[in-house]
């Protein structure tokens, strides 16, 4: 028989040249994932940071790493400690970093070693607007994510804010490797609708694995 699609996880979708959604490569690691994270949230708990605007973003972060990236009246910016609570960033749990650089690998980007892990949190209506990701010094490395909890409509832009986007639905377990030429381009999360994940209730999470310095 033709077999177009097997339907065994995890399976891989390019997307752009350099980036590759990994499709459910995390579901096997899920839970254990969403217990750290309430780990690390238990020590720097997420926080909803003021933007340079001065608005307050709707999408809850905090971070694990050597480095965590936040916002305030100043600018953007990587950091060493969590300027909320005062202390450094609680370490990288060794399997977010090997799930990571597995993903890396798997893309095409081995040797990628991250030094950092942003941890977005997202409630119904949370949305992050079109932006590029160029606060890191490599810009050579890529960026890996991780999406856990209620789906989310992902969009993928180019390389001008106006320029045409696509639409890509990320749902729990989804990896997506950001490299090369797609390291720059434009993305955002729509508003996220409300629903209720088995794991994660009212929330989607996403993890950020980058290389700050
Ligand atoms: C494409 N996070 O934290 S992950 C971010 O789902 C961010 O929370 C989104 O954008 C989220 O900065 C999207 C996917 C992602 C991350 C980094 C990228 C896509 C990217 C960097 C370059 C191009
Ligand atoms: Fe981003």
């Given at each position: ?42 020590l720097n708990p ?36 969590d300027e909320e609570s005062g202390s ?126």
């Amino acid at each position: 028989m033709l077999d177009l699609f097997s339907g065994e996880a995890p399976w891989s979708e390019p997307l752009a040249e350099g980036a590759q959604v990994l499709r459910r490569y995390a579901l096997a690691q899920a839970d254990a994932l969403l217990a750290e994270i309430e780990n690390i949230a238990a020590l720097n708990p997420f926080y909803h940071r003021i933007t340079p605007g001065g608005h307050r973003m709707s999408v809850a972060m905090t971070n694990c790493g050597d480095f965590g990236w936040s916002t305030n009246a100043r600018g953007y910016q990587y950091s060493r400690e969590d300027e909320e609570s005062g202390s450094r960033w609680p370490p990288m749990p060794a399997l977010f970093r090997s799930l990571a650089v597995a993903a890396a690998k798997e893309a095409g980007f081995s040797g990628f070693n991250p030094d950092a892990c942003l941890i977005n949190r997202y409630e119904p209506g949370a949305k992050l607007t079109l932006h590029q990701d160029k606060d890191e010094k490599d810009l050579r490395q890529p960026i890996v994510s991780v999406s856990l909890g209620l789906p989310a409509i992902f969009q993928f832009g180019g390389f001008e804010r106006d320029a045409a986007t696509q639409r890509i639905l990320l749902e729990h377990g989804d990896v997506v490797v950001w490299g090369g030429p797609s390291r720059l381009r434009y993305h955002g999360i729509l508003p996220l609708k409300a629903g209720i994940h088995p794991q994660c209730g009212a929330f989607r999470y996403n993890l950020t694995f980058r290389r700050a310095f």
